[in-house]
Nanobody
Framework: QLQLVESGGGLVQPGGSLTLSCVVS????????IAWFRQAPGKEREGVSC????????YYVPSVRGRFAISRDNAKNTVYLIMNSLTPEDTAVYSC????????????????????WGQGTQVTVSS
């Protein structure tokens, strides 16, 4: 059974930075596409970024492109989300998910994307 554990969330001022980590256990992370999602209070969950297995192509939604960067360290079975220039609109619970079948091209449109999910980590951007 694949398990994902997120960490790195917290309280940060507008304009600040945070790095989230998603540690994968139970299998080798390089076999999975890994995506980050977020859900703000009262809003639907949205895909933020995705990285493909093996090759590591990256995808971003327009609202975070240029500010966020996703990367993976297969030796550590870890996927990172580096978040810069944070705004209060980035406040949400961030979760990582893994998929072996659905690739990153549909992570924002397929509601069933992700066979395995972490428990989430809270990111709050506030002064």
């Amino acid at each position: 059974q694949l398990q994902l554990v997120e960490s790195g969330g917290g309280l940060v001022q507008p304009g600040g930075s945070l790095t989230l980590s998603c540690v994968v256990s139970g299998s080798t992370s390089m076999y999975y596409h890994i995506a980050w999602f977020r859900q703000a209070p009262g809003k639907e969950r949205e895909g933020v970024s995705c990285i493909t297995r093996t090759v590591g192509y990256t995808y971003y939604v327009p609202s975070v492109r240029g500010r966020f960067a996703i990367s993976r360290d297969n030796a550590k079975n870890t996927v990172y989300l580096i978040m810069n220039s944070l705004t209060p609109e980035d406040t949400a619970v961030y979760s990582c998910a893994a998929s072996t079948t659905d690739d990153c091209s549909v992570y924002t449109t397929r509601t069933s994307w992700g066979h395995y999910w972490g428990q989430g980590t809270q990111v709050t951007v506030s002064s």
